[in-house]
């Protein structure tokens, strides 16, 4: 199977899943239909347009492929058709989240290595694609973008799945291999992180005039050893 094929069926999938997820932040917004159609074509085509944008190789897929658009109208067309108590929705939320998270991620690997760039750009590009969408969504709906911490291992997840597919292409790791290791070990643990409650460090406790102090001003002499040090020298 060609690697454009498989990595525009990545896609669909991702924009699919993240529009629903969109969907749903819309429902719980109270939002109208416009909003749903916003929120979810956001969060569907968004990480994959910054990366298209960023790879410069023609005009995004979202907009040249007939699919996207409509797969993404659908994905947030669900969401407004249908109601799930709040129980049901966390349970399928979390999960469609980690799967099109790790989905993603490998499409966004594999289309930057097809582009003909390195192993970074890879990783770097693979992350965007998975974290991109979710993060503008957040935004349009004021919230602080769960990339940025507080809901578990999110975008370094989503940096190891990339990093996984690079590193399979790089062996000659057939591409359903890498592609199957990659989302079902990255989605496990973003599962597990979600459970256990597995965070990236914060800030750290340290004072900085503890720390950076000591290094700038070295600690002084003592005035009573300093005269000291003159009455010494005047007696010679």
Known sequence: MRVETVTTVLDLVGVFINSLLGGSVAR???LDLFGYVV??????????????VLLQHGPPL????????PIALAGAGVAFLLKFTEREWNRIFYVLDAI???VWAVAGAQRTL???LGWLPAILLGTITAVGGGATRDLLVQRVPAVFGGNGLYASVAALVAAVQVVCSAFGVSMVVG???GVVAGTVLRLVAYRR???LPGGMEWEARDVLGKAVRPPRRRRRDRRGDRRHEGGD
């Open 179 to 181: 592609t199957s290791l």
């Open 100 to 102: 099109a998270l790790c």
């Open 197 to 199: 409650g597995w965070e």
């Open 62 to 69: 979202a907009l040249t492929n007939p699919l996207y658009i």
């Open 114 to 116: 097809a582009a003909g």
């Open 39 to 52: 929120i979810g074509v956001v969060s569907g085509l968004g990480g994959g347009l910054i990366r298209d």
């Open 28 to 30: 719980h917004r109270e």
